[in-house]
Nanobody, 127 residues
Framework: QVQLVEFGGGLVQAGGSLRLSCAAS????????MGWFRRAPDKEREFVAA????????YYADSVKGRFSISKDNGRNTVYLQMNSLKPEDTAVYYC????????????????????WGQGTQVTVSS
């Protein structure tokens, strides 16, 4: 069983930057991935970004391309989400997710593909 612990949420002004961290308790699995999802008030959970442990390939939602960057530290079993040029519409609870085997690019952006989830961290962007 994988445990995920998130850090880095907080309040930031529009145009500012914030970095989220997600540390996994177990070792990475080949074919596995870790991703970030977010849920804004009165909205459904949506995909933000993901990275494959094996290849390092990254995936981004169109709404964050060019502003957010996902990366990983294999030695620390940690993924990061660097968020730049933040906008008020980025305000949401951000959840880290992980799974040991996601075969297709189609599935990597789907929340139901991930079996393990962090506790969520609040990101608030003020105008």
């Amino acid at each position: 069983q994988v445990q995920l612990v998130e850090f880095g949420g907080g309040l930031v002004q529009a145009g500012g930057s914030l970095r989220l961290s997600c540390a996994a308790s177990g070792r990475a699995f080949s074919g596995g991935a870790m991703g970030w999802f977010r849920r804004a008030p009165d909205k459904e959970r949506e995909f933000v970004a993901a990275i494959r442990w094996g290849s390092g390939r990254t995936y981004y939602a169109d709404s964050v391309k060019g502003r957010f960057s996902i990366s990983k530290d294999n030695g620390r079993n940690t993924v990061y989400l660097q968020m730049n040029s933040l906008k008020p519409e980025d305000t949401a609870v951000y959840y880290c997710a992980a799974d040991r085997d996601i075969a297709t690019d189609w599935n990597i952006s789907r929340a139901r593909s991930y079996n393990y989830w962090g506790q969520g961290t609040q990101v608030t962007v003020s105008s």
